[in-house]
C-alpha cells in the first residue's frame, strides 16, 4: 500500500514539474520573439536615424555654403570641424559618465575581460 502511495505521489510531482516546463517553454518562446521583434525595431529606428542625420549633414553643408558664400570644399570643412568639436565633446561626457564608481562584480568582471583579451591570465 505504501509503495502505490508513493507512485502515485511521484506521478504527481511528475505532472506538475511537466506542466511547469510547458508553461516555462511557452513564455520563453514569447519572450524570445518579443526580444526578436524588439531588435528589428531597434536596428529599424538606428538606420533611419542615421540617414536623418546624413541628411541634417547635406541640409547643412548646403546652409554654410549659401550662407557664407564659401566654396564647397570649404563648406565641408567648415561642417567636419563642426562635426569634431561635437564628437570631441560628446566624447569627453561619454568619458566622464562612464567613471567609477563599480560594483566589485563588475571590475572583477572587466578585469578578467581584459585580460583574457589582452593574453595575461
Known amino acids: 500500500m505504501k509503495g502505490q502511495n508513493f507512485g502515485r ?3 504527481l510531482i ?3 514539474i511537466d506542466l511547469h516546463v510547458r508553461i516555462a517553454l511557452q513564455e520563453a518562446d514569447k519572450e524570445k520573439r518579443r526580444l526578436v521583434g524588439g531588435g528589428v525595431m531597434l536596428g529599424m529606428g538606428l538606420t533611419l ?3 536623418a542625420l546624413v541628411a541634417a549633414e547635406l541640409v ?5 555654403q549659401g550662407v557664407f558664400a564659401l566654396s564647397w570644399l570649404q563648406a565641408a570643412a567648415a ?6 568639436v561635437l564628437a570631441g565633446i560628446s566624447l569627453r561626457i561619454g568619458g566622464q559618465m ?3 564608481p563599480y560594483l566589485p ?5 572587466l578585469m578578467r575581460t581584459t585580460r583574457a583579451l589582452t593574453g595575461k591570465f
Do not use: F, N, Q, R
Request: hydrophobic letters at 60%; a negative charge.
Open 105 to 109: 562584480e563588475t571590475t572583477a568582471g
Open 14 to 16: 511528475s505532472s506538475v
Open 60 to 64: 547643412l553643408l548646403l546652409w554654410i
Open 79 to 84: 561642417l567636419a570641424a563642426i562635426d569634431l
Open 9 to 11: 505521489v511521484t506521478a
Open 98 to 100: 562612464l567613471k567609477g
Open 49 to 51: 536615424m542615421t540617414l
